[in-house]
């Protein structure tokens, strides 16, 4: 979700040489604002979500969500990403394709539960899903997993509501500790991960995954038992 700070510096100071010096300028003091307008439209996905999770402990006796982070991106890592897909500084135009400048990261406890969180935050009213991409299902060739969606929400503010995109990452604390580990290795060997090492992650990811499934059907059968207990 994030990259180190000195990887982004070098990267998007080479795209500073050939931006116009007040566009820069203009960005960077406008930056303030926008953060402050995407730690907003996190605050209401966010809410929505933690809301989800306490009612749904309250009827099933389980809650989904075991953890939740969040973060907007540094002005030097949206300077890096417009340099790597073409977008523009001028009129924000990075504004209007740039959908993952503000970006909540979701937690479960089982694969289960990351459909579940998903299928209830869609079925919001005001919750406008804009990408979902199921990395679960058909995981990334170096093994990733993980469900995506970009979402757009309302915030109020004082002069009027915008329609905010937010993206959520949602996924189970075992993906979550190989999607941590993957990121440290890759700029450890400065992005560029030995073959042999990426065929262990591979392999590692898949060991991860298999023992996700395992719990799953641990976590359903006694769930199946205390159902039936409940019924005598």
Not at 16 to 44: F, G, M, S, T
Not at 130 to 147: Q, T, W
Request: aromatic fraction near 8%.
């Amino acid at each position: 979700m994030s990259k180190t700070k000195s990887t982004i510096t070098a990267q998007s100071a080479d795209f500073l040489k050939v931006l116009d010096p007040k566009e820069v300028a203009r960005v960077r003091a406008e930056y303030p604002l926008i953060k402050k307008n995407y730690n907003c439209a996190i605050k209401e996905v966010r809410t929505k979500l933690e809301v989800l999770n306490e009612d749904f402990e309250l009827q099933h006796e389980h809650n989904p969500i075991h953890s939740m982070s969040s973060r907007v991106k540094t002005v030097d890592s949206i300077f890096e990403k417009c340099n790597r897909l073409g977008y523009k500084l001028e009129n924000n135009e990075f504004l209007s394709n740039m959908r993952d400048i503000g970006g909540i990261r979701v937690i479960c406890h089982y694969i289960e539960d990351i459909y579940t969180v998903a299928e209830l935050l869609k079925q919001q009213p005001d919750i406008d899903v804009l990408v979902e991409k199921d990395y679960i299902k058909n995981a990334k060739p170096n093994g990733y997993r993980s469900l995506h969606l970009i979402v757009k929400v309302p915030v109020f503010f004082v002069d009027g509501a915008q329609e905010l995109p937010v993206e959520v990452q949602i996924r189970t604390m075992a993906m979550d500790f190989w999607a941590s580990l993957e990121h440290q290795l890759k700029y450890k060997s400065h992005g560029v991960i030995p073959e042999f090492i990426a065929r262990e992650l591979l392999e590692c990811a898949e060991a991860i995954t298999a023992s996700d499934y395992r719990m799953q059907k641990i976590h359903s059968f006694l769930e199946q038992i205390e159902e039936d207990l409940t019924r005598v």
